[in-house]
């Protein structure tokens, strides 16, 4: 059996359509479904302290807005793409024990069909693999483009497992492949776009399962 701790973030986004305390209460039934078999670590920041925020403050760069501009703003954007820089935090400040580290978005609880119970089963799952893969669940199969006009649903985004080996070099690899696009671009995108570039353009193990946006997120996972 393989020890997990379970890393989440929420960083407040000033009038983004779901409220800091809906937000609030989210992130504490997520907290209350996960301690009974995992220990959790949530990180909060300002929109400012975040990586892709500083990388892009006082630059000439566009968003990716899609078909909801309210929501997708560059601030959501850089709170997003925070999520690898949180895991690698947690890789090097975890205790010496804990061998995988579990991604769970703090609001998950907005998403339809999950239960405390389905999170605690896909743990223990999580638990008693024996990869040191990093699986990320999604809604697309292989044959699928990736244009920033739109979100690429290759992978979902609110779950993802990462060894703890990994994740340093996970963040490595997402922060260098967003820039990069970003200077091609001169545009900031959805992070499951700049996902998607990574497991096609590096050789970091990313399994992909297949997922919706509802419980498969966690019930498609199957060592």
Known sequence: MRSVKVVTGYVPIPHHPRSVAEYGALGE??????????????????????????ATHNKKVTHSEGDNAAKNTLAYHCANHQKTDWLAMESFDAAKNIEVLVWIDYGIFSVPGITDKIIQEFLSRVAQADDQDIHIPGCWGTDYSISDDTPCWRFCGGVMIVPRSQAPLLDKENKI???????????????????????????????WYQADHNETLFTGFQP
């Open 29 to 54: 039934r997520l907290g209350n479904a996960v301690s009974p078999v995992a220990p959790l670590k949530a990180y909060y920041t300002a929109v400012e302290q975040c990586w892709l925020f500083k």
């Open 177 to 207: 492949k967003t820039l990069k696009n970003i200077q091609r671009t001169k545009n900031v995108t959805w992070e499951v776009n700049d996902l998607a570039r990574l497991e096609r353009y590096t050789h970091l193990p990313i399994k």
